[in-house]
């Protein structure tokens, strides 16, 4: 009869086989060199907006700038565009981020109770919005006749709500215990009430995770720009970078700076439109995780 060990951390470490670490070191090896593929496109990218146009044509540049110069950086920045357009997009991602999870979390939260009036027929109406959309002239022609045409408004709300979303909210929203609402509403709180101190507080994960999602929308957003806004001033960033990277060869001064500017070009919009994003998301990226567990939770 197997001698009974005491369930301790030494002993753990103790009854570890030789096999359990063979595949321990074999994992490890494995995931580094996925993160090393994953990581390497960026570092690449940040390496060539920051190397000499003669090395990127050369081939010569890796991770490691090679010939390291500001020319596109300063081209971008001296245009007296750029800035104002970045501050467009914080502006329209900040407004566009909170509307969208102020409409979506009010949408939601009445589709996961089932006792909801004609949600058998209301669900399935909002996913059917999502295969079969209006189109982009429909869209267009209404914005144009809300009069909404060159306005912030019309950049903002065709994205403010996304079925897709909306759909992962409610799947969140149903696993939130009921006997906690219930409990809120016997204290004194209205439905409404009982969504605002106690569904909303314990979906933390799940809206730090749509938070990010909408604002990569709106930050890369500049399809939108292009249909509805018209006067410079309003454009965002990733419109503008757009429009640079697609005029730069015939808005350069002089043939020089014309090849230094579109050959990298690409890898300075890359990396000044991807920055912000890649700042945010270690700060929200343990909500992810979190949400997963709190998802499996029942009542």
């Known amino acids: 009869m ?7 951390p030494e002993a753990s470490r103790m009854i570890v086989s030789p096999g359990y670490r063979a595949f321990t070191i074999i994992n490890d090896i494995v995931i580094g060199i996925i993160c090393l593929a994953m990581l390497y496109p960026f570092l ?11 090395a990127i044509v050369a081939g010569k540049v890796g991770i490691v700038p090679v010939g390291f110069s500001l020319d596109t950086y300063k081209y971008v920045l001296a245009s007296g ?37 004609c949600n058998k027929i ?16 429909p869209n267009y022609i209404l914005m144009v006749s809300l009069g909404l045409k060159d ?9 403010v709500i996304s079925t897709y979303y909306v759909i992962l909210m409610r799947s969140f929203f149903e696993s939130v215990p009921k006997e906690l ?15 605002i101190h106690v569904a909303l507080p ?5 809206l730090a ?23 410079q001033t309003k454009w965002p960033v990733a419109y503008y970078l757009r429009n640079l990277i697609s005029t730069s060869s015939s808005s350069a001064e002089d043939a020089g700076e014309a090849m230094t500017i579109a050959a990298n070009i690409k890898s300075c919009a890359m990396v000044l439109t991807a920055a912000p994003i890649i700042c945010v998301y270690p700060f929200i990226q343990k909500y992810f995780v979190a949400g997963m567990m709190l998802g499996g939770v029942k009542g």
């Open 2 to 8: 197997a001698k009974k060990v005491k369930d301790t």
């Open 181 to 195: 609402e219930e409990a809120g509403e016997i204290d004194g709180l209205s439905r409404f009430g009982a969504f």
């Open 81 to 117: 565009v750029f800035l104002p357009d970045y501050a467009n997009t914080l502006i329209y991602a900040v407004i566009g981020t909170i509307s969208a999870l102020v409409l979506s979390s009010l949408l939601a939260y009445p589709l996961s109770k089932p006792e909801l009036r």
């Open 122 to 137: 209301i669900g399935p109406f909002i996913i059917f919005t999502m295969y079969f959309a209006g189109g982009m002239i």
């Open 151 to 159: 306005t912030v408004a019309s950049f903002i709300l065709p994205g």
């Open 44 to 54: 690449y990218l940040i390496a060539q907006s920051f190397s000499s146009t003669e």
């Open 209 to 231: 995770t749509m938070t990010l999602f909408y604002l990569v929308q709106y930050w890369n957003d500049w399809f939108d720009a292009f249909l509805y806004l018209d006067t």
């Open 202 to 206: 314990m979906s933390k994960p799940i």
